[in-house]
């Protein structure tokens, strides 16, 4: 009887040992895998990519090398990739003051009150030119062109519509289309809408159609609505040529 417990008791060891001993046939889930840095050209030194060199649990990470090499090629791709449009939105304000002349869209509109700027205070074109450098990802108007500079003391707007515009066709884009709205108690612009469309359409390079220009009132509300300034905003899309 004795030997017989032994024996038993022998066996039941061995299986055990069997057990712990035996290797996984699986990998570990992903989860429990270090996140691999995508804009790390060498593995981190924790991760590696064979079998784990242990004496009774070897762990393989088969799935995290083609993780790694996944994530790598996405960040690559991303980085090169060329978008087939851009779109950019334009926002610009003037204090409306007497003694100077009300220049919209490139046309003198008459008017008691003028826009009080630097440069010759066209609120729209300064507007479209911001839309522009927007979609292109570029600073805005008053960093390419600063009113600390002296040489753009009442300088015409339609110098920094063309340099937007040299700057789009550099980059690789065109007109895809522009809407703009203009916010002003008075003067009414009904009577210069279409010279100030024309005007602008010609200053891109774009055809007309795809130029849209609007006015609005501002309900006699805060500055705008009682004629103490004046504001426009833009909408344009790029497109890859």
């Not at 005007?199 to 103490?228: F, I, M, Q, W, Y």
């Amino acid at each position: 009887m004795a030997m017989a417990a032994t024996h038993v008791y022998a066996s039941s060891i061995a299986t055990t040992t069997a057990t712990t001993t035996r290797p996984l046939s699986r990998s570990l889930p992903r989860s429990n895998l270090p996140a691999p840095n995508p804009y790390s050209l060498r593995t981190p030194s924790s991760l590696s990519l064979r079998a784990a060199q242990t004496t009774r649990r070897p762990v393989v990470f088969a799935s995290a090398s083609t993780a790694l090499e996944v994530d790598q090629a996405s960040a690559s791709a991303a980085a090169s990739k060329v978008l087939p449009f851009r779109v950019g939105h334009g926002f610009d304000l003037h204090r409306l003051e007497p003694g100077y002349p009300l220049i919209i869209g490139g046309i003198n509109i008459p008017h008691d009150k003028g826009c009080e700027a630097h440069s010759d205070g066209d609120v729209l074109l300064h507007c479209v030119v911001d839309a522009i450098l927007g979609a292109l990802g570029l600073p805005d108007i008053g960093q390419i062109f600063p009113d600390s500079d002296p040489k753009w003391r009442g300088a015409d707007s339609s110098v920094f519509i063309r340099e937007a515009v040299r700057l789009m066709h550099e980059a690789g884009y065109e007109i895809g289309n522009l809407d703009a709205t203009l916010i002003l108690q008075r003067p009414k612009l009904s009577p210069h809408k279409e010279t100030m469309r024309a005007n602008l359409a010609k200053l891109l390079g774009a055809d007309p159609s795809v130029v849209n220009l609007k006015a609005k009132t501002h309900e006699k509300v805060d500055s705008l609505g009682e004629n103490r300034s004046i504001a426009a905003h833009t909408v344009v899309l790029l497109m890859r040529k």
